[in-house]
């Protein structure tokens, strides 16, 4: 096949599997993010558990659940990838919007719902919480706005029949 007809197929196969990429991405993104959170503030630096309204015991097995939530997500979104490489049609582009935006719709709901609307746990405790509100929510705007813009470039790169490379796999 020559490279004329590699970037045709390519085309071919992203058109077919555009949403696929997306959802990949979400997926990988938003169990990404939540395992970060879980990680980085649940475990090592104990701000907070997912369920911080009861016991140390309920807040441990609430960070379980949400644990194995973030690693279905994440494995979930990797097997689509894995899917999508096997079958020529990983988009980057559109694969990396997704990615952001779901990372930042997730760390936005967590920011908003969770941490205002339920109050089921805040950032950080005995602090004043706003510069962290702030930080928490403003980047999960950006992540959001970054993630959008990457998947309108990738479909007017794909409409353009631009952005398509063929590379050994």
Known sequence: MNTIQNKQAQLT????????????????GLGFVAFLDETLFHQLLHWH???????VAVGLVSDGLFHAFSWFATVGGLFLV?????????????????????AGVFQLYDGTIQHKIMR?????????ILPYDLVWNISAAIMIIVGIVLIIQAKRDHRNGTGVFSHAS
């Open 82 to 102: 894995a899917d999508l490489r096997r079958r020529h049609a990983l988009w980057h582009k559109m694969w990396w919007g997704g990615k952001l935006l779901g």
């Open 120 to 128: 089921i746990h805040q950032i950080r405790y005995n602090v004043t």
């Open 49 to 55: 558990k997912f369920y911080d309204k009861s016991t």
């Open 13 to 28: 196969n992203r058109a077919m599997f555009a949403r696929r990429n997306l959802w990949s991405g979400i997926l990988f």
